[in-house]
Structure formats: structure tokens, C-alpha cells
């Protein structure tokens, strides 16, 4: 008796340092985007990136949406798991996978082979490895906190709909890309490919192989296993709805500074697919609070 109920203090134990490891991760995780958007050409300009000048608007709308969306979410999601708050495990799935592809863009995705352009960001390699490092915990520890199962009840005509549009436009989006990247198997060049041709394909080779297959993954699960995947659902919504956010915000800020590369094509599909992502998240929420 006395072994089991020491047992059972030393798990709790664990499950307290964890909780408040990971919620102490999260917090900093926060507090570091925050500071590295604010370094950034959005508003101090004190970190450079080795590529072009007109990779700026890019840059600041994705600072940007760190700032105002990603460092909040991350800080409010870190003290709701302190304070042991149901919605902290829907505000920590959220984030990983956007973190994920922020940290390796903002990495390995610069010009870093070419004399052409300078940069000092290699300086804060140890703030973007901790918040790669912290989102991998952070995912982890956030699918552990669904520990039970959710029904899902999904109406197969609404599905059906809701499948059709969201697999035409993923196959929109996958083509605008696909086109870019033939174009410079055909011809060596294509829009903004010489300013930047390791952002071009770092872009590119994300989307067409882990984006949009997520997406594909996403409805088919829902058609296949809706009963065991709520987790799984919402950390993919949670990278759509903040990768679409981010990427509409870069589109917004090339517009607004007049660069060249703009096109209100790629503009209107994004902001169409963030539409089209934001009514499914819920109609995917409504469709699991249905089902019980």
C-alpha cells in the first residue's frame, strides 16, 4: 500500500514538472518571438537577413503576425497551463508546426553562398533553435493533454461540400506553385526566382510537400478516423490558420510598399483559402462538440 501511494505521489511529481517545465517553455517561447520580430527590419531593423532588399515586406509581415498573434498565443497559452486551464491544450497545439517552418525559413532559407548580400541574423542562431527545440516539446506535450477521446459527427453531405471546396483550392494553390517550379526547370528563372533562389525553393518544396499533403491528410482523415484524430485536426488547423495569417500579411505588406513581385492573383487565392480554412475550423469544431 505504502509503495503504491508513493508511486502514485512520485508520478504526480513528474506530471507537476512537466506541466510547469512546459508552460515555462511556452512563456519564454512567447517572449523570444516577440523580441526577435521587434529586432527585426519591422520595426528596429537591428537583425539583416542575407537576401534581397525587397524581401522586407515579406519579413515584416511575417514579424508581424509573430507579433501581434504567435507571441500572444504562446504567453496566454503557457500561463492557462500553469493555472491548469482547459483551453491551454487548444492554444498550445496551435503553434509547432507554424514555429517549425518559421525557424527553418528563417534559418537555411537565405542566401547564404552568395557575396551579394550581408546579413548579421546568424547572431541569434541559439534564440531560433530554442524556439525550434520548444516547439517540438510544446507539440508533444500538447497531444498528450487530449487524453479523451472526441466524437465527431460530420453529416456526410456537409463533409462532402466542404471536402470539394477545400481540396480545389489546396490543388490551386499546390499548381501556382508547381508552375513556378517547371518554369525554372524549363527555363532557369522565374518570378523573384534571382533574388532569392534559396527562399524561392525552400518556399516551394515546403508547400508542395508539407503543406498542402497536411491539408490532403487532413480531410481524409476526417472521412476515415473522426473519432480519433480531434487532436490531430487541431494542430493541423492551428499551422493553416497561423501559416495562412502569416502568409496574407507578407502579401498585404508587398502591396503596401509597391513591390514589384506583388501579384493580387496569389493574394486573392490566399485570402480565399484563409475563408475557405476559417469556416471548416468551424465547422470542425461544431461538428466534435456534436458528437460529444
Not at 524556439?131 to 462532402?160: C, E, H, K, N, T
Not at 499548381?175 to 525552400?202: C, H, N, Q
Not at 472521412?223 to 492551428?238: A, N
Amino acid at each position: 500500500m505504502g509503495l503504491i501511494m508513493s508511486h502514485d505521489k512520485s508520478v504526480s511529481s513528474v506530471d507537476v514538472v512537466e506541466r510547469v517545465g512546459v508552460a515555462l517553455i511556452s512563456l519564454a517561447t512567447g517572449g523570444l518571438l516577440a523580441f526577435l520580430a521587434i529586432q527585426g527590419p519591422l520595426v528596429l531593423g537591428k537583425i539583416t537577413y542575407r537576401t534581397h532588399e525587397i524581401i522586407k515586406n515579406q519579413l515584416m509581415g511575417q514579424d508581424l503576425i509573430n507579433l501581434v498573434l504567435l507571441s500572444p498565443i504562446s504567453i496566454i497559452g503557457g500561463m492557462a497551463l500553469l493555472w491548469r486551464k482547459p483551453i491551454a491544450k487548444y492554444l498550445l497545439i496551435s503553434t509547432p508546426l507554424y514555429l517549425i517552418y518559421y525557424v527553418l525559413s528563417y534559418t537555411i532559407g537565405w542566401e547564404w553562398s552568395s557575396p551579394d548580400y550581408t546579413g548579421n541574423s546568424e547572431a541569434y542562431t541559439f534564440q531560433f533553435l530554442f524556439i525550434l527545440i520548444s516547439a517540438l516539446v510544446i507539440m508533444l506535450y500538447s497531444l498528450s493533454l487530449f487524453d479523451q477521446p472526441a466524437r465527431g459527427r460530420f453529416p456526410r453531405r456537409g463533409l462532402a461540400v466542404y471536402s470539394v471546396i477545400f481540396t480545389l483550392f489546396l490543388l490551386m494553390f499546390a499548381s501556382m506553385w508547381m508552375k513556378e517550379v517547371l518554369e525554372v526547370i524549363g527555363t532557369g528563372t522565374a518570378r523573384g526566382y534571382d533574388l532569392a533562389p534559396a527562399a524561392f525553393w525552400l518556399v516551394r518544396v515546403f508547400d508542395l510537400g508539407f503543406s498542402i499533403p497536411l491539408g490532403l491528410i487532413s480531410v481524409y482523415l476526417l472521412w476515415t478516423h473522426p473519432d480519433s484524430t480531434f487532436p490531430i485536426q487541431m494542430m493541423f488547423y492551428g499551422f493553416f490558420l497561423t501559416m495562412l495569417a502569416a502568409v496574407n500579411a507578407m502579401g498585404i505588406m508587398m502591396l503596401a510598399h509597391g513591390d514589384p513581385t506583388f501579384l493580387w492573383r496569389d493574394l486573392a487565392v490566399f485570402l480565399t483559402l484563409a475563408a475557405i480554412v476559417a469556416a471548416g475550423f468551424c465547422y470542425i469544431l461544431r461538428g466534435y462538440r456534436d458528437g460529444g
